[in-house]
């Protein structure tokens, strides 16, 4: 493929002049660019130049995934696909990402890929502001998006429901002064043009949060047709009913993409300590002055977080939901590194078997 072949419908999923050089190394092949915009059971569907594609891993790219040389494909990636038949082809290449959200712990399975999705440009945090407005819940999936840096902001649905939305938004604005944050009622459609009109042309946008969330409705509502399942939330304890089961990328009527996802159960940190300090930027800031350099902000002399708390500057539940991440990531830090001395070891005893053994 030229580059008078990047077509309008591959420019229309997502197309960037970077993926020109990605995809440099394919372009005196037979290959085709194409997008995943969705995956399920070794079958993932793409947009092609030629149209959608339903594909599959070429025998080639699964020998590569066992050498650990090419990567599990997922939705949002770009590949070189081989054509095999009408709307069908094979994946022969996954084309570097520009971005990659991780599952949050909990999520991944030890076969499953880590990864949800890649080159995505943003990531809408989307809570139901009636049953579940959760604040510290929210400062976990935004720990998350800042691991990956992909830039992040908030969806309260249900506000119709809500007796006075105008309070809730000042929560919302107090706690995350630097994201926006954005009332719907995705019912009636009010407050949706001003987050349709934050959604460019062209960009990906992920939707992540807990069943029953209203991420679906939210899609039906941007498209003004019912081309998402949705399903009540349960009556006994106002839970999801994880209707979504699969991830799939959907063009909006204003040319934005959006992602839709299965709810998410349990938001576990998956990162390092280092990364939620930064993303609790403020308090990162105020760490700066502890009179120690290494302050666990847990009652030593001096602590400037824990004295800003006291005066009010930083909320105590924030702090609060700060140290309890922090710990998080330090427990999964140490059990990384214990599973990688016992394998150390493993591998050091193997290795003496071994040379024992010989004649
Ligand atoms: N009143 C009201 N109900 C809403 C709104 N948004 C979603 N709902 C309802 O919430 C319920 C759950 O919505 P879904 O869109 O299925 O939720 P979801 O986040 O996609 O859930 P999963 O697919 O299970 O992850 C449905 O009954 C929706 O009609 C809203 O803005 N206002
Ligand atoms: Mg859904």
Known sequence: MNNTQTNELLIAYGWKSIYNL????????????????????????????VGELLVQRSGTFINLQDLGIQVEPVIGDWCAVSL??????????????????????????????????????KVAIVQDARFDFNIRRIERFLALCHADKIPSMLVFTKADLLDDADAYRRRAAGRFPDHPSYFIDAISGAGIDAFMDSLEQGSSLML?????????????????????????????????????????????????????????????????????HDSFDDIARLAINCKFSDCTHR??????????????????????????????????EEVLQQSKQKKRAIGAIRYRLRRSARP
């Open 208 to 276: 992540i949060g807990t069943s029953g969330s209203g991420k679906s409705t939210l899609i039906n509502r941007l498209c003004n047709a019912e081309i998402v399942k949705t399903a009540p939330i349960r009556e006994k304890d106002g839970r999801g009913r994880h209707t979504t089961t699969t991830r799939q990328m959907y063009l909006l009527p204003n040319g934005a993409l959006i992602l839709d996802t299965p709810g998410i159960r349990m938001v576990g940190m998956h990162q390092n300590p280092g990364s939620i």
């Open 84 to 121: 095999l038949g009408t709307g069908t082809g094979r994946i022969e290449a996954i084309l570097p990402r520009q971005s990659v959200f991780h599952k949050p712990l909990g999520q991944q399975t030890a076969n499953d890929a880590k990864i949800a999705a890649a080159n995505i440009d």
């Open 22 to 49: 990605n995809f440099a190394p394919y372009r005196e092949t037979e290959y085709l660019p194409a997008r995943i915009i969705r995956e399920g059971r070794g079958i993932y569907r793409t947009i092609s130049p």
């Open 299 to 332: 009652g030593e002399p001096g602590c400037a977080v824990q004295k800003a708390v006291r005066e009010g500057l930083v909320e105590q539940d924030r702090y609060f939901n700060f140290l309890r991440l922090m710990q998080e990531a330090q427990s999964r």
